[in-house]
């Protein structure tokens, strides 16, 4: 499911780059995909994604066993994130009601989230909309651990913390959809919203809070203990460079940063296979 969403995405973007590696540790990284989104000029950064999805009235997934002994997969995909760059853990939900007392408690959990995030444009009833849900794994960690067994894995319970994932990349100020004028604005507007995401962990009105700043003055929520990585990591670069370069990624089958697959999203003026392009 993970792979048909994300190649139905290069489909419809080619700005989109979509590659699937054959050799990756899932256990080691957490990481099912990532998505490397920045510019050449500006630097980029990394969302670190798990998918699940539905099972019943649960996403009994999340029960995975991480690397360690008596460890989540979410920790490991959170430790997995290097706290001194832009590296941001994510999960990606697959959502379906089948079952009719799950849609009623769904409606519900989607109306709280639509309040809590101002998703007012989204009607509560358009489900096709939360067929792909998100929110950060920081969230699923405090909710999967402060619940009985029973309830730690209840769909409802997530959704009213997830918003449909295309609002990731939706301006924190809604008014400027289409009216960013720089590779840096466009940029600096996904990792506010990534960030602003992340902190509703533990403060619930940091949406709000970022939405009601002056658009002028939204830098100042910037993490600047975090750093954009000025460069994509080596085997992006090999997958981008075959065949001279498979030779790093097979070297690399056993390390802990290769995910099952990858997407890139270029933001800036240059073709991808430009600022991808390995230099000596």
Request: proline residues 5%.
């Amino acid at each position: 499911m993970t792979e048909h969403n994300l190649f139905q995405l290069h489909l419809s973007h080619s700005d989109l780059y979509v590659h699937k590696f054959t050799q990756y540790e899932e256990k080691r990284s957490g990481a099912d995909w990532e998505w490397w989104i920045g510019a050449r000029e500006e630097g980029w950064l990394c969302l670190k994604i798990q998918a699940k999805r539905v099972h019943g009235t649960v996403y009994r997934e999340l029960d995975h066993p991480g690397r360690e002994d008596g460890d989540f997969q979410y920790n490991t995909l959170i430790n997995s994130c290097d706290s001194s760059k832009t590296e941001y853990p994510f999960h990606v939900f697959s959502n379906g009601w089948p079952d009719a007392s799950l849609r009623t408690e769904a409606d519900r959990a989607i109306n709280k989230s639509i309040r809590l995030h101002d998703l007012a444009q989204i009607a509560a009833s358009d489900r096709e909309v939360w067929g792909c849900s998100v929110t950060s794994t920081y969230i699923v960690k405090r909710l999967h651990t402060s619940s009985n067994r029973k309830k730690r894995s209840y769909v409802p319970r997530y959704l009213e913390a997830s918003v449909p994932w295309s609002e990731l990349f939706v301006p924190i100020h809604r008014s400027h959809v289409g009216d960013v004028a720089s590779t840096h604005e466009l940029l600096t507007s996904i990792r506010l919203r990534l960030e602003a995401h992340s902190r509703m962990a533990t403060d619930k009105g940091a949406v709000a809070q970022y939405r009601d700043t002056p658009a002028q003055l939204l830098d100042v929520f910037v993490d600047r203990e975090k750093s954009l990585h000025r460069d994509l990591p080596d085997y992006i670069h090999a997958a981008m460079n075959p065949p001279a370069a498979q030779d790093l990624v097979w070297s690399q089958r056993f390390s802990e940063q290769v995910p099952r697959m990858a997407i890139v999203a270029n933001l800036g003026p240059e073709p991808l296979w430009v600022h991808l392009e390995r230099t000596s």
